[in-house]
């Protein structure tokens, strides 16, 4: 009988998409001649080797849903065949609109899944066709209505602004359809340009611009509608309603241990850090052969994982533990204080309003003084 590990966090990285978006940077590609029975085999054998207890588990991709009923019913059985399921608390599964059917919605249910997050990105024709997007906002409207009636607990919309060409008016009437939709939570975030994809090159050729100006009234436009609507801003891209966080996100944000399993998925445990390799063809041969897939490893110095806290911790509503600041920059915390960008107690330092809109410079800044 197996002994189960327990693991806080199960990342299954699925890479498949229909098209792919020329602003995305993870591992991903179109199925081509990719055998899905050999693909869902390679991942159950990869958990099978862990014996886990996961309290968390995250479907991401590419895009999950993207497997067919059968092949995403196999797999779901199986990984509650090869895990002790008994400790999940949340189970989230990324989906496209042009992915998702009512009878995969039931599978997806039937199986455990607790929340889905939709990728919209957008409202906007315009906006969707620049990001490269294969559905339409009529399309999209009627997945979250098929999601909705499957009796998913929790639902989230991601959002994109500063999309190339978007005005605020066209944003604001993003989260005017969103808000109507009345998701449990939203992911909103601001483009970036990522290096080896399509918009990184169109950026650099000129082609594409940015305006850090216009950046803050579409972020500000989002903290405003949203908050008034109930949402917490609980991380600089992330609302939710109440009980609504996304609990795996947030392991993330906070440095728990995960185990990332797939193509590509990364994985950081007790202060070590792996990738497994990101070629699809090549991991499933290799773990249906007994061959390890870890391609990349490393260990953890301090300063990196000080410097990971600085970064993300800062960003949530939580905010970063005070001793781990106070002893480096009491100075520029006050300073910092003074001029709007942080507010802090006996705990922790939270970025204010104003210094959401500088969060890197100013963990930055806190990081590296003196």
């Known amino acids: 009988m197996?002994?189960?590990?327990?693991?806080?966090?199960?990342?299954?990285?699925?890479?498949?998409?229909?098209?792919?978006?020329?602003?995305?940077s993870f591992h991903k590609h179109t199925p081509g001649g990719a055998d899905m029975n050999a693909f869902v085999d390679a991942l159950l054998m990869e958990v099978e080797k862990h014996a886990l207890a996961p309290r968390t588990i995250f479907f991401g991709g590419g895009t999950p849903t993207m497997l067919s009923d059968t092949h995403l019913e196999r797999l779901l059985d199986g990984l509650r065949q090869r895990m002790d399921m008994s400790q999940v608390v949340e189970f989230t599964l990324e989906a496209n609109p042009r992915t998702v059917t009512a009878s995969k919605a039931a599978v997806m249910r039937r199986h455990g899944v607790t929340r889905v997050s939709l990728g919209i990105q957008s409202w906007d024709e315009t906006a969707l066709k620049t990001l490269?997007?294969?559905?339409?906002?009529?399309?999209?409207e009627e997945t979250w209505q098929v999601l909705r009636d499957a009796g998913f607990p929790s639902l989230s919309l991601d959002l994109m602004f500063s999309v190339p060409g978007q005005t605020l008016e066209s944003w604001r009437r993003t989260l005017e359809k969103s808000l109507e939709l009345r998701p449990d939570h939203l992911s909103a975030y601001n483009l970036n340009y990522e290096e080896d994809t399509d918009f990184f090159r169109r950026l650099k050729t000129g082609e594409f611009q940015t305006d850090p100006e216009t950046d803050a009234q579409l972020f500000e436009m989002a903290i405003d509608m949203l908050e008034a609507r109930g949402f917490e801003h609980y991380e600089i891209s992330n609302y939710a309603l109440p009980g609504h966080r996304s609990t795996h996100n947030e392991a993330y944000w906070f440095g728990a241990d995960y185990l990332g399993i797939g193509p590509g998925a990364f994985s950081t445990m007790a202060g070590c850090r792996w990738k497994n390799i990101a070629d699809t063809p090549r991991y499933i041969s290799m773990t249906l052969s007994g061959q390890d897939t870890v391609v990349e490893r490393e260990e953890l110095t301090e300063e990196q994982r000080l410097t990971e806290r600085f970064g993300l911790e800062l960003r949530t509503a939580r905010g970063l533990p005070l001793d781990l600041v106070a002893p480096r920059a009491s100075r520029l915390l006050d300073t910092l204080s003074v001029q709007g960008l942080v507010e802090y107690d006996s705990r922790f330092v939270r970025l204010t309003r104003q210094g959401k809109l500088l969060a890197d410079p100013v963990a930055v800044a806190l990081l590296t003084s003196a």
């Open 2 to 24: 197996l002994s189960f590990t327990t693991l806080h966090h199960l990342y299954v990285h699925i890479p498949f998409c229909h098209r792919i978006c020329p602003y995305c």
């Open 132 to 140: 490269g997007r294969d559905h339409s906002p009529p399309e999209a």
